[in-house]
Nanobody, 121 residues
Framework: QVQLVESGGGLVQAGGSLRLSCAAS????????MGWYRQAPGNQRDLVAR???????NYRDSVKGRFTISRDNAKNTVYLQMNSLKPEDTAVYYC???????????????WGQGTQVAVSS
């Protein structure tokens, strides 16, 4: 079994910073892309940032220059450093990873349980 465990959410004032972490564990053979999505109440789940296994990144326009995604392949962990937070960044943030499990020939999409980020004005 593979699972993604997130940490690092919380309440912060506008202009503040938070760092999210997501560690993948279990019977993992390889991990392709990893990413962070967010979902505010009444909204769909949207991509925030994504990083490939060789380090290529892409961001949604509204977070460019403020958020940085990174990963530690040795620890099967992806991070999201969020600076200059705004109230509109408030959402539940979900970790996502494309993982091939040991003994399995296909890649499957996995999700974390979500972590709340709340930014007060």
């Amino acid at each position: 079994q593979v699972q993604l465990v997130e940490s690092g959410g919380g309440l912060v004032q506008a202009g503040g910073s938070l760092r999210l972490s997501c560690a993948a564990s279990g019977s993992i053979f390889s991990i392709n892309a990893m990413g962070w999505y967010r979902q505010a109440p009444g909204n769909q789940r949207d991509l925030v940032a994504r990083i490939t296994s060789d380090g290529n990144t892409n961001y949604r326009d509204s977070v460019k220059g403020r958020f940085t995604i990174s990963r530690d392949n040795a620890k099967n962990t992806v991070y999201l450093q969020m600076n200059s937070l705004k109230p509109e960044d408030t959402a539940v943030y979900y970790c996502n990873a494309q993982i091939r499990s040991s003994g399995i020939s296909y890649i499957r999409n996995y999700w974390g349980q979500g972590t709340q980020v709340a930014v007060s004005s």
